[in-house]
């Protein structure tokens, strides 16, 4: 049984209807989307499974990522659903390798949503907007009946063109390789679950919602020694070390002492019983890179400011377990893939 209200159960063998845990990026949405989804609609762009994927249209190519966002409460400690919506669209096509462009907006309103918390929201969408360097290029409205939906639900479709250089992906990576990341982890999803459950905690924990254009900025000096990068969001950092194992064919090992976590994220895990590494960051990217210079990569991150970057783990050739844990006792565990996360509606 879920300690918190709102937490996915685990789903019995042979259900047959969508639930929760279906959209919050562990196994079942790995699952959902590839025993269903690219099952019945593959193709060579599809297939990429890419945060935003190359599309050719003769030259230059362009980067295509959509996303829709329906988190709850709409308002939180470090940002909104408008601001959050840019920015995950905007990272999502960074940790790819492409220059985000522009963007589509696509708003669903609830009868009744105060038109003062709308102007808000949209306020905020321009604001990040004019900090990414991007612009709104389409857009759609649609209202429905009040309880058919939460306040606001936005999606968004973001289009990119691509750097000169850019990694190549998980598949990439090899025994040998480290594992980085450029701050802090779980930031967002406990600052959601304080707020929504009205906790209580001074200080409270902020989201790290924001724009990657600074890391990736430092990295491009050394974008060629980067194998993969990619914001932890929905599912965590396990969710992403489990699908660039998957991709690898690689076992990836993380060292829990050295994984940035803030001192409020960290007492609210300990006080819930909640691993970090399940929880959503919105500001922070997990990359694998050449162990040849991830030692230079973290030192340029903390120097711009990224004080909190950390080499976290490593990888090495695949054994029976395709993500472990050393732990602060130095016994090592799997690192079990959740079914769904301990939050829905994060993002």
């Not at 594992?179 to 409270?204: F, K, M, S, Y």
Request: net charge negative; glycine share 10%.
């Amino acid at each position: 049984m879920s300690a918190l209200p709102g937490c996915p159960l685990p789903v019995p063998e042979g259900e047959q209807t969508v639930c929760l845990a279906h959209g919050e990026g562990g196994l079942l949405t790995r699952r959902l989307i590839r025993d269903r989804i690219q099952r019945v609609l593959s193709n060579p762009v599809l297939d990429q499974l890419a945060d935003a994927n190359q599309i050719e249209l003769g030259s230059p190519r362009l980067f295509c990522t959509t996303d829709t966002f329906v988190v709850s409460p709409q308002f939180f400690p470090g940002g909104d659903i408008g601001s959050l919506a840019v920015y995950g669209t905007v990272n999502d096509l960074l940790v790819s390798g492409a220059v985000p462009v522009c963007l589509s907006l696509g708003l669903i309103l609830e009868e009744g949503l105060p038109l003062t918390e709308l102007d808000r929201i949209l306020a905020s969408i321009q604001s990040a907007c004019q900090e990414c360097c991007i612009y709104v290029a389409t857009g759609d409205t649609k209202v429905v009946p009040r309880g058919q939906c939460d306040r606001i639900y936005i999606n968004t479709t973001g289009l990119g063109r691509p750097r000169d250089t850019m990694p190549p992906g998980p598949n990439a990576l090899r025994p040998g390789d480290v594992l980085l990341l450029t701050g802090n982890i779980a930031q967002h999803g406990i600052a959601i679950l304080a707020e929504r459950e009205n906790l209580g905690l001074t200080p409270g924990p902020r989201s790290d919602s924001k724009s990657l254009a600074g890391e990736v900025a430092c990295l491009l000096p050394w974008f060629s020694a980067v194998r993969a990068l990619r914001d932890p969001t929905r599912g965590g950092v396990a969710a992403v070390c489990q699908e660039w194992a998957e991709a690898s064919r690689c076992t990836l090992s993380l060292d829990e002492t050295c994984l940035p976590v803030s001192p409020e994220a960290r007492a609210v895990c300990e006080l819930l019983g909640l691993d970090p590494l399940h929880i959503a960051g919105e500001g922070n990217m997990l990359l694998g890179v050449d162990s040849a210079v991830a030692e230079q990569i973290a030192a340029a991150l903390r120097g711009a400011g990224y004080t909190e970057a950390a080499i976290i783990g490593k990888v090495r050739p695949r054994d029976l377990v395709p993500v472990t844990v050393v732990t602060s006792l130095g016994h090592e565990r799997p690192l079990v893939e959740p079914l769904g996360a301990p939050l829905p509606r994060i993002c």
